[in-house]
């Protein structure tokens, strides 16, 4: 691809100042959006599996979030699509069990994510370990977002720069 003045599409950086937007475009246009990235987040996580993923996510639960609801689940999901879904799921599961009504809180993320540097992963984990508190995006859910993960908006937006590279060209990291 040569770099020219045309503006990719980036579907993962809707909402943010034309500006900021235009920065990310010139990095890709003059393929430069992976040595970018790789600079910020040198290495990737070494969370590969589901019970490793659990472990992480319950030990977050556990320092931030003592009094709420358990975590059943934890895991890789590669059924997530990424743009729709946004980076991962939380679900509450309800079954009847022996005349009661059972909940379970099932966290699932984006196999994707299994490449990601560590800080993107933990971003991606504490925004989903929120809505055991805040169902909604709203301004209590963001607040305890940041409790968690003080630099959680700019891990967020990172999040999202890391996808449009993901898309464009593939993993950051040399296999």
Not at 24 to 33: Q, Y
Not at 65 to 70: F, V
Not at 158 to 173: A, K, N, P, Q
């Amino acid at each position: 691809m040569e770099p020219s003045s045309a503006q990719p599409s980036l579907p993962y950086l809707k909402g943010y100042s034309p500006n900021i937007v235009g920065q990310i475009a010139r990095l890709i246009n003059e393929k430069r959006l992976g040595e970018f990235l790789v600079k910020r987040y040198p290495e990737r996580h070494d969370i590969r599996n589901n019970k490793a993923l659990y472990d992480y996510v319950q030990g977050l639960k556990s320092r931030y979030l003592k009094q709420s609801p358990p975590i059943s689940k934890a895991v890789y999901d590669d059924k997530i699509h990424i743009v729709n879904q946004a980076l991962g799921l939380h679900t509450q599961i309800s079954r009847v069990q022996g005349g009661k009504l059972k909940t379970k809180n099932e966290i699932r993320i984006g196999t994707m994510f299994r490449d990601a540097p560590p800080a993107l992963l933990r971003m991606i984990c504490v925004h989903e370990l929120a809505h055991l508190r805040e169902k909604e995006h709203n301004k209590a859910f963001y607040k305890l977002c940041t409790y968690m993960e003080p630099d959680y908006h700019q891990l967020e937006f990172d999040t999202r720069v890391y996808l449009t590279h993901s898309e464009l060209f593939g993993s950051i990291y040399s296999s």
